[in-house]
């Protein structure tokens, strides 16, 4: 039977519908409350900015970029880029999610091992998701065993990599949380939907390891049957 449709692939099916419901809830929730605006009227970068000196953290400067959720905190550079939706916006939505990426810097600050960890894995990973299904595939026609084991390798880099992602962004997202709440920036009620939006975005991470995880499980079954 193919590689591509033989057995195995029901494995990643329940990934495969969590990945859909993770996705269909972030954005339906990033669009209910990217409606909302919230009673302070502070901007993302804002909220960002102002977190950032709070917690005495001076060098690093907040940026917009473009796209639809690109936000993202780049460890190498120490920087917070929001994407220009988030950065302009004073929506419940765009807070929490700017509030989530300084949360990224205050890990970077005070030397959070998970996010260190991460970074240095990312090289291998980024390897590793390129490479190993490309090998694995060669090495399963061939039956060239050494082929397989190193696709295999490689790609548990990748999975590596998105497993130590979960405590980086769920702690983030906790970091996010405190600070939104003890600075003022959002009112109780507004509080509440900031939790919705930053677990919304906590499944896509879940779905994704999970998903990385069976795929891994999987490649590790057809190694026994070649």
Same mark, same amino acid.
């Given at each position: 039977?193919?590689?591509?449709?033989?057995?195995?692939?029901?494995?990643?099916?329940?990934?495969?519908?969590?990945?859909?419901?993770?996705?269909?809830?972030?954005?339906?929730?990033?669009?209910?409350?990217? &409606?909302?605006?919230?009673?302070?009227?502070?901007?993302?970068?804002?909220?960002?900015?102002?977190?950032?000196?709070?917690?005495?953290?001076?060098?690093?400067?907040?940026?917009?970029?473009?796209?639809?959720?690109?936000?993202?905190?780049?460890?190498?550079?120490?920087?917070?880029?929001?994407?220009?939706?988030?950065?302009? =916006?004073? =929506?419940?939505?765009?807070? =929490?999610?700017?509030?989530? &990426?300084?949360?990224?810097? %205050?890990?970077?600050?005070?030397?959070?091992?998970?996010?260190?960890?991460?970074?240095?894995?990312?090289?291998?990973?980024?390897?590793?998701?390129? %490479?190993?299904?490309?090998?694995?595939?060669?090495?399963?026609?061939?039956?060239?065993?050494?082929?397989?084991?190193?696709?295999?390798?490689?790609?548990?880099?990748?999975?590596?990599?998105?497993?130590?992602?979960?405590?980086?962004?769920?702690?983030?997202?906790?970091?996010?949380?405190?600070?939104? &709440?003890?600075?003022?920036?959002?009112?109780?009620?507004?509080?509440?939907?900031?939790?919705?939006?930053?677990?919304?975005?906590?499944?896509?991470?879940?779905?994704?390891?999970?998903?990385?995880?069976?795929?891994?499980?999987?490649?590790?079954?057809?190694?026994?049957?070649?």
């Amino acid at each position: 039977m193919p590689l591509f449709f033989d057995s195995t692939m029901f494995l990643l099916i329940p990934a495969l519908l969590l990945s859909m419901w993770a996705q269909q809830k972030v954005r339906s929730t990033y669009r209910k409350y990217g &409606e909302v605006r919230t009673s302070a009227g502070r901007t993302g970068a804002e909220v960002a900015a102002s977190i950032l000196q709070r917690n005495m953290i001076m060098e690093v400067p907040v940026e917009s970029v473009p796209g639809v959720l690109t936000d993202h905190y780049d460890p190498r550079s120490r920087r917070v880029r929001l994407s220009e939706g988030n950065y302009g =916006s004073s =929506s419940i939505a765009a807070i =929490s999610v700017a509030a989530h &990426e300084v949360g990224h810097a %205050l890990q970077h600050g005070k030397g959070y091992f998970p996010l260190n960890l991460r970074h240095n894995v990312f090289p291998l990973a980024n390897i590793g998701s390129k %490479l190993a299904f490309p090998l694995f595939l060669i090495g399963f026609i061939s039956h060239f065993s050494i082929l397989i084991d190193i696709g295999i390798l490689l790609f548990a880099f990748a999975v590596l990599f998105h497993v130590v992602t979960l405590p980086v962004e769920f702690n983030a997202s906790r970091r996010a949380l405190v600070q939104l &709440e003890t600075g003022g920036y959002l009112s109780m009620d507004e509080m509440v939907g900031a939790k919705k939006v930053l677990t919304a975005a906590a499944l896509t991470y879940v779905a994704a390891a999970a998903m990385a995880a069976l795929q891994l499980v999987r490649f590790m079954l057809l190694r026994g049957r070649n």
